[in-house]
């Protein structure tokens, strides 16, 4: 029988990778989207457009325990993947309310409609939920693995950390088929642009091909353990995949500084980041979280999961990408301006 999947935060740099990993594996693919004045498709726009689209999108949103409901019975999926969330630590520090209200209860919310469905047609669907190396945040012990101790730095990680153990709890309480990824930073060209090496990579280029001039940062010297998001959905699928569910990181075990990124990206360009880049205090955070490296031998031992792409073939995936990004931009304006002259 064909098993079907939903995906919340289809729209997202990850939900568009897991969408894609689970057409391939032969799923019927449902993903919620939010009502917008814009599309907000761009990055599964080959999978919802032509004859016969591979992906089902339906409205629907975490603040809406109902319409998150009524979607479960619609769809009857066999696995639900939760990766909806204000994603950004930042913008957490600005809107802590509504970040508590979608990346905490919002779990919360599609664990009562799984609970209920489940119970009322005794079917298992099984639970995916993105926990975050965010939780760690000020560390206290290096690197961090599944048994580390939470202290969070951020509203976004606090909330994290609600649904972390909400999760936990409802597996416990309700023998919920229920696992959480606990995430490192992942990256890859479709990550959002304020992100930092998305910002990075784009600026790079734009800089490169003279679109503009500066860029501007915050803190260079925290460090992160960055990943390639298309590797990471592989491990999302395998926890459900498991007879029993469980926590697990998922991480390279790499560590590199904001600076280290700058410095290969501009490299790969043939620049000297430093000629480039401007601190800008405006992108400071309240709390930072200076260092995370994860540790994943149990998703390497139980999973059989590791990363495939080593960090200098992202960055390179990543300013490839951008660059010609860059290119288009710059062929549009010198198209515009010659037509302007011309008219
Ligand atoms: P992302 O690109 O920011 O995508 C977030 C997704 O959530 C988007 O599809 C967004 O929809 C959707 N969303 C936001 N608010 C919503 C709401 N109220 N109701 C329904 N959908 C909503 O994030 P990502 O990088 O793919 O990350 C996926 C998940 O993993 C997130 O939960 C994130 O917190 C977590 N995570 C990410 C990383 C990482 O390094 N990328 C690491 C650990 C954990 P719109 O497109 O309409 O905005
Ligand atoms: O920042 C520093 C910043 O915003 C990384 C999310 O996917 O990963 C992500 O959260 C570091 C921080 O990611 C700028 O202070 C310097 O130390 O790219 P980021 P994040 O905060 O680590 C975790 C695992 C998630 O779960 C989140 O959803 O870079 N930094 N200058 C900057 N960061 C940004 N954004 N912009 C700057 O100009």
């Known amino acids: 029988m064909q098993r079907r999947a939903l995906i919340t935060g289809v729209t997202g740099q990850d939900g568009s ?10 799923y019927e693919v449902h993903g919620l989207r939010r009502r917008s004045s814009t599309f907000g498709t761009e990055r599964i726009e080959h999978l919802i457009f032509g004859d016969e689209p591979q992906l089902h999108l339906h ?7 109902n319409g998150l409901m009524r979607l479960l019975r619609e ?36 664990l009562e409609a799984i609970r209920d469905v489940q119970d009322d047609t005794g079917r298992q ?34 909330a994290k950390v609600y649904s972390h153990w909400i999760t936990v709890n409802y597996r416990e309480s309700y023998d919920l088929h229920a696992s959480c990824g606990i995430l490192f930073n992942h990256e890859s060209p479709r990550r959002g642009e304020t992100f930092v090496t998305r910002k990075i990579t784009r600026a790079a280029t734009r800089i490169k091909l003279g679109l503009q001039d500066k860029l501007y940062l915050g803190n260079l010297d925290a460090k992160r353990d960055w990943g390639f998001a298309g590797d990471y959905v592989e491990a999302m699928w395998l926890m459900l995949q498991q007879e029993t569910p469980d926590d697990y990181v998922v991480a390279t075990n790499e560590l590199y500084s904001v600076r280290d990124f700058c410095e290969k990206t501009f490299g790969h360009l043939g620049l000297n980041y430093e000629d480039h880049v401007e601190i800008d205090p405006r992108y400071y955070r309240p709390a930072e979280v200076d260092l995370l ?23 390179a995936m ?26």
Do not use: C
């Open 17 to 26: 990778y897991l969408a894609e990993v689970l057409i391939a594996k032969g």
């Open 59 to 65: 409205y629907g949103d975490l603040a809406d325990g």
């Open 75 to 110: 769809v009857e999926p066999h696995e639900v993947y939760n990766l909806a969330a204000q994603s950004h630590v930042r913008v957490s520090f600005d809107q802590p309310t509504y970040t508590a209200d979608v990346t905490a209860v919002g779990t919360l919310r599609l």
């Open 125 to 158: 669907i099984r639970f995916y939920q993105a926990s975050s190396s965010e939780m760690f945040g000020k560390v206290v012990e290096t690197p961090q693995k599944e048994t580390t101790p939470f202290y969070p730095r951020s509203p976004y990680g606090v």
């Open 293 to 315: 490296l994860g540790d994943s031998i149990k998703a390497y031992t139980q999973l059989g999961w590791k990363p495939r792409t080593s960090f200098d073939a992202l960055v």
């Open 318 to 343: 990543m300013v490839d990408h951008d660059l010609d990004l860059a290119q288009r931009e710059q062929v549009l304006k010198t198209t515009v301006s010659a037509y302007s002259k011309a008219a």
